[in-house]
């Protein structure tokens, strides 16, 4: 399993060579919930343990916010690479989702089962620290059908099932 910090890392290197931007804070946030839940559509499993809050505006990952900066994530020395179809989810993720403003992610994450029972109780505008419940990420990720963006075709269209 992955760390979510590794895998931050990558989304955040990654976005920046596709994009020749650095990614905001919010975007990182979203994209990661959505690798998350990419991950248990595809695989069935989480890609790394560490949990969300739902937050006003979405998702948030305390242990991403704390180290969060323009200039990356961490020092070089912290950060582990991550594993090849870690990568491949993380990367067709940011396909799929990189080019939509973070304001139009933020409102897609409002729309997850996940987020929305995160948020019972808690008056709109306020953030809140009720963690979203994994049991729920992967009610969301049954909706999904998986799309591989590098080859433009859904998961369930490949005839032998994999993902390369």
């Not at 559509?41 to 704390?66: D, H, M, N």
């Not at 089962?113 to 419940?133: E, F, M, T, V």
């Not at 009610?139 to 099932?161: L, N, T």
């Amino acid at each position: 399993m992955e760390k979510i910090i590794n895998v931050a890392q990558y989304i955040y290197e990654e976005y920046k060579k596709m994009s020749g931007s650095v990614i905001d804070e919010m975007k990182l946030h979203k994209l990661l919930y959505l690798t998350q839940r990419e991950s248990l559509a595809i695989t069935g499993q989480p890609l790394f343990e560490e949990e969300f809050e739902g937050w006003k505006y979405g998702p948030v990952c305390r242990e991403v916010r704390s180290c969060y900066t323009e200039d990356g994530m961490f020092s070089n020395e912290d950060i582990e690479e991550i594993e090849l179809e870690s990568a491949y989810i993380a990367k067709n993720v940011i396909l799929q989702y990189g080019a939509l403003e973070s304001w139009k992610l933020s409102q897609l994450s409002h729309k997850e089962i996940s987020w929305k029972n995160a948020r019972q109780g808690i008056p709109d505008g306020q953030n809140g620290n009720k963690k979203l419940s994994l049991d729920d990420i992967r009610k969301d990720s049954e909706k999904v059908r998986p799309y591989d963006a590098i080859w433009d075709m859904y998961y369930d269209e490949f005839e032998d099932g994999e993902i390369r």
